[in-house]
């Protein structure tokens, strides 16, 4: 049994549950086997070459996982959601914690940022990081206000929980909350 409990840390509104990985498995077991050998060569070059311009892109930034512009898109996000969250570097953080998460929690990471994206793109014609403050308050709020199980709402609720979960973590946000040094709380997951 693993010490690492899946279903904490500021990622965990990420992570798939063992029935969705388990049906994962299975349907990539059943793409496998019909992938003939010439095409699955094809794939690993293209995810070699892919992953080497990745590592370079990032490298030379100083992100482990994040290319510049969902950094970029991240960090505006996380000010507007909790204000301070730039100050403390929760999205560096998030960058060092996805670079050794799954690659489906990476993956289900992207799709949120890339939701917000798309909602930027279809309101105004511009990505999220250059919307104006009132755009994005704007758009921030409609999303909010969406049914529970609207795609975009679970992706604000995904980018809100990991942001805010880190940003309370830290001695800031810990402060934030009546924290003076001598007393320790429960992590904001048990609240």
């Known amino acids: 049994m693993s010490d690492v409990n899946e279903d904490s840390g500021p990622l965990?509104?990420?992570r798939a549950g063992r029935r969705a990985v388990l049906q994962s498995l299975a349907t990539g077991v059943g793409a496998v086997v019909f992938a003939s050998r010439a095409s699955a060569a094809h794939v690993h070059q293209v995810a070699a070459?892919?992953?080497?311009?990745?590592?370079?892109?990032?490298?030379?930034?100083?992100?482990?996982?994040?290319?510049?512009h969902a950094f970029d898109t991240l960090t505006i996000l996380a000010e507007q959601i909790v204000p301070g969250a730039r100050a403390t570097k929760?999205?560096?953080?998030?960058?060092?914690?996805?670079?050794?998460?799954?690659t489906d929690t990476q993956k289900r990471f992207m799709q949120a940022l890339g939701a917000f994206e798309r909602e930027a793109r279809e309101a105004h014609g511009m990505p999220w990081k250059t919307l104006t403050e009132a755009q994005a308050t704007a758009l921030?709020?409609?999303?909010?206000?969406q049914p529970d199980n609207d795609v975009t709402r679970q992706a604000f609720e995904r980018i809100k929980g990991a942001?805010?979960?880190?940003?309370?973590?830290?001695?800031?946000g810990m402060k934030e909350l009546g924290w003076n040094g001598s007393v320790t709380f429960a992590p904001p997951s048990a609240c």
């Not at 921030?140 to 206000?145: F, M, N, Q, R």
Request: net charge negative; aromatic share 10%; glycine share 2%.
């Open 12 to 14: 965990r509104h990420f």
């Open 49 to 68: 070459v892919t992953a080497d311009s990745a590592a370079t892109t990032t490298a030379e930034s100083g992100l482990l996982f994040l290319d510049r």
């Open 90 to 102: 929760v999205p560096e953080f998030l960058d060092r914690l996805l670079a050794v998460e799954s």
């Open 140 to 145: 921030l709020t409609k999303i909010s206000a």
């Open 163 to 172: 942001v805010s979960e880190t940003y309370f973590s830290t001695e800031a």
